[in-house]
């Protein structure tokens, strides 16, 4: 069965120095539906949290039963590859020019029974003039090459979407696979697709924020190390795909002042010199205290039993995509990928549930010193910003490029006070945003932003401090972040089961400021809404969504992916 959708996007065709990339053929609007990419060959999938490498994914087309078919080798050989590994360095500088017609498996198999036809299959890869050439000539594509193409155009994740997997009642999976489609994408730090989404072997890919015709979509190859400086970026893109990134984020990063760099390479060297063991143990994190309170894990349970009984077609014929409508927000998307220095050594359920803080002295006095160096960086930032820099964006990127040390301090001044910042959660999203919009770690800090607000307002707490910033409008953040992820939700059902699963489907990844608490109370908080009649169409609404057109598209082609 064909899975593969197109939406209103297209290749454009090769420049010189960043070969071929996806543009939209149409304005779009944040959350559209760009395709469902089926994988070639098949996906690899393992343990959790295993980081599957290309290699694995090379071993496994080599030792599976079905291996690589003529097709799956005629796309691969139209992907990028670096020059290196190629036979013919032009090869590689300038691609040959494709389509995504090119990637469908009719057509993808006629030129494989051409080119074989043609006794194609003999020749070396040379300059490919044309698409077809190109599937000619790569029948024959050499491991080395075979290599290069999979090490750059590969996407893993060391864990599935936990919210959908936990709808599903599925384990959560390590997976890696090649998606031709996704791998046309370009990258920029400040991307503007939302974070990919795999479900099951496909990979759906939405727009983050508006799009206009004509403009390149890119994605982050950084995931959370968006966070770092450029010059950490810049090494990390160079050395993996060996390009040196020109984004409007890196070029405002490379005209900032001399001292705001500096700063930023500061804050750097501070949060990676302090790893995730050392700072759970300054916290005296137990991990043998896993306990939750007999009635969260009942709650859990009925909420489990709930969201289970969705499954993913039914979720996905359950949302509507709206395809014109949706007005630009650019405070759509926020994120969070917390804690990008603590988090991917430690076990998130255990410490997420334990948060026994015995606090010697010495340790508190470590962590003092820890809170007040990290703040010092972010308040001289924030001066140099205030001093050199008038465009909000610009700001907001620079400040994206110290993300772990903001993290730091709001986690460690939380734990030393021993008391939630209202905010914490509201600035650490809006910078993951900029970095990794939609990713699950946003979706998570802002239904915790959601919830401190609730909490806050519940308490009697003093009133936001900005109109915009009321706890239905921290909502509305959270519901147009799903959109962005999962498509537009139709009812309000359907929300709460989305925010009970992503409550309850808490990672590894996923530290720092969430806990468990919290997350029970986004259900909560989304069930008041909704029978106080401000449900999250509403609310989103009021963020300037208008009339709001709701289209079944794309459930002929999504409802089919079991
Ligand atoms: C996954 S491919 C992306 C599609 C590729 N441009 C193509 O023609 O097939 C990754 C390669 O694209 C190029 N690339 C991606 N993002 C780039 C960027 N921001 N600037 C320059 N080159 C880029 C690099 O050569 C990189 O190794």
């Given at each position: 069965?064909?899975?593969?959708?197109i939406?209103?996007?297209e290749?454009?065709?090769?420049q010189p120095?960043?070969?071929?990339?996806?543009?939209?053929?149409?304005?779009?609007q944040?959350?559209?539906?760009?395709?469902v990419s089926?994988?070639?060959?098949?996906?690899l999938?393992g343990q959790?949290?295993?980081?599957?490498?290309?290699q694995?994914l090379?071993?496994?087309?080599?030792t599976?039963q079905?291996g690589?078919?003529?097709?799956?080798?005629?796309?691969?050989s139209l992907?990028?590859?670096p020059s290196s590994?190629?036979?013919?360095?032009s090869?590689s500088?300038?691609p040959?020019p494709?389509?995504f017609?090119d990637?469908s498996?009719s057509?993808?198999?006629?030129k494989?029974?051409?080119?074989s036809?043609?006794g194609?299959?003999?020749?070396?890869?040379?300059?490919a003039?044309?698409?077809?050439?190109?599937a000619a000539?790569?029948?024959?594509?050499?491991?080395e090459?075979?290599?290069?193409?999979?090490?750059?155009?590969?996407y893993?994740?060391?864990?599935?979407d936990?919210?959908l997997?936990?709808?599903?009642?599925?384990?959560q999976?390590?997976?890696?696979g090649l998606?031709?489609?996704?791998s046309l994408l370009?990258h920029?730090c400040a991307?503007n697709?939302?974070?990919?989404v795999?479900?099951?072997?496909r990979?759906l890919?939405r727009?983050?924020v508006?799009?206009?015709?004509?403009?390149e979509?890119?994605?982050?190859?950084?995931?959370?190390?968006?966070?770092?400086?450029?010059?950490q970026?810049q090494?990390l893109?160079?050395?993996?795909?060996?390009?040196?990134c020109?984004?409007?984020r890196?070029?405002?990063?490379?005209?900032?002042a001399p001292?705001?760099?500096a700063?930023l390479?500061a804050?750097?060297?501070?949060s990676?010199?302090?790893d995730a063991p050392?700072?759970?143990q300054?916290m005296?994190?137990n991990?043998?205290?896993?306990q939750a309170?007999?009635?969260?894990?009942?709650t859990?349970q009925?909420?489990?039993?709930?969201?289970?009984?969705?499954?993913?077609?039914?979720?996905?014929q359950l949302?509507a995509?709206?395809p014109?409508?949706?007005?630009a927000?650019?405070d759509i998307?926020?994120?969070?990928?917390?804690?990008?220095?603590?988090?991917?050594?430690?076990d998130?359920?255990?410490l997420?549930?334990?948060m026994?803080?015995?606090?010697?002295?010495?340790?508190?006095a470590?962590?003092t010193?820890?809170?007040?160096?990290?703040g010092?960086?972010?308040?001289q930032l924030e001066?140099?910003?205030q001093?050199?820099?008038t465009?909000p964006?610009?700001?907001q990127?620079?400040r994206?490029?110290?993300?772990d040390m903001l993290?730091?301090m709001?986690r460690t001044g939380?734990?030393?006070?021993?008391v939630?910042?209202?905010?914490?959660?509201?600035r650490?999203?809006e910078?993951?945003?900029?970095?990794a919009?939609a990713?699950e770690?946003h979706l998570l800090?802002?239904?915790?932003?959601a919830v401190r607000?609730?909490?806050a307002?519940?308490?009697g707490g003093?009133a936001p401090?900005?109109?915009?910033?009321t706890?239905?409008?921290?909502?509305?953040?959270?519901?147009?972040a799903?959109?962005?992820?999962?498509?537009e939700?139709?009812d309000?059902?359907?929300?709460t089961?989305l925010?009970g699963?992503?409550?309850?489907?808490?990672?590894?990844?996923?530290?720092?400021l969430?806990?468990?608490d919290g997350?029970m109370?986004?259900q909560?908080?989304?069930?008041?809404?909704a029978?106080?009649?401000s449900a999250?169409?509403g609310?989103?609404?009021?963020d300037?969504?208008?009339?709001?057109r709701?289209?079944?598209m794309d459930a002929?082609?999504?409802?089919?992916?079991?």
């Open positions: 069965m064909n899975d593969r959708h939406g209103p996007v290749v454009s065709p090769p120095g960043r070969g071929r990339g996806v543009v939209a053929r149409e304005d779009l944040p959350g559209s539906l760009l395709f089926e994988p070639v060959g098949s996906v999938e959790l949290g295993q980081q599957l490498q290309p694995h090379l071993q496994h087309w080599k599976s079905q690589l078919s003529a097709e799956d080798r005629v796309k691969l992907l990028h590859r590994s190629s036979s013919s360095s090869s500088s300038t040959p494709i389509s017609k990637f498996t057509k993808a198999s006629s494989a029974k051409k080119a036809a043609k194609f299959g003999a020749a070396p890869a040379k300059q003039g044309n698409a077809a050439a190109a000539a790569a029948v024959e594509l050499t491991d090459q075979l290599e290069a193409v999979v090490a750059c155009n590969a893993g994740d060391d864990h599935t936990a919210t997997t936990y709808c599903r009642q599925e384990q999976r390590s997976v890696i998606f031709p489609e996704f370009n920029s991307p697709t939302a974070a990919p795999l479900l099951r072997d990979l890919l727009t983050a508006v799009v206009p015709a004509g403009q979509l890119t994605t982050s190859y950084l995931s959370t190390a968006g966070g770092m400086p450029r010059q970026r090494q893109l160079q050395q993996h795909y060996g390009f040196v020109g984004c409007h890196c070029k405002a990063e490379e005209q900032a001292d705001i760099t700063t390479q804050m750097h060297a501070f990676s010199s302090i050392q700072l759970l300054l005296a994190i991990p043998a205290e896993e309170a007999p009635d969260i894990t009942a859990l009925a909420m489990h039993a709930f969201s289970s009984s969705i499954d993913a077609p039914q979720l996905l949302m995509i709206n014109a409508e949706e007005q927000a650019p998307t926020a994120t969070l990928q917390a804690m990008h220095a603590f988090s991917s050594s430690i998130a359920p255990q997420l549930q334990l026994a803080a015995a606090g010697d002295e010495a340790s508190t470590k962590l010193t820890l809170h007040q160096q990290a010092k960086l972010v308040q001066d140099q910003l001093q050199h820099v465009e964006v610009v700001a990127w620079l994206a490029s110290g993300y993290a730091l709001l939380e734990f030393l006070a021993g939630k910042d209202v905010a914490a959660a509201k650490l999203a910078l993951v945003r900029v970095f919009p990713s770690p800090l802002l239904s915790d932003s607000a609730a909490e307002a519940a308490a003093p401090t900005a109109p915009e910033d706890q239905e409008l921290r909502v509305a953040q959270l519901v147009r799903l959109a962005l992820r999962y498509g939700p139709r309000m059902d359907l929300l089961t925010a699963a992503l409550s309850a489907s808490l990672t590894p990844h996923w530290l720092g969430i806990d468990l997350a109370g986004l909560q908080l989304m069930q008041q809404l029978a106080a009649g999250a169409a609310a989103a609404g009021s300037g969504g208008g009339s709001r709701k289209v079944e002929s082609q999504l409802g089919q992916l079991q």
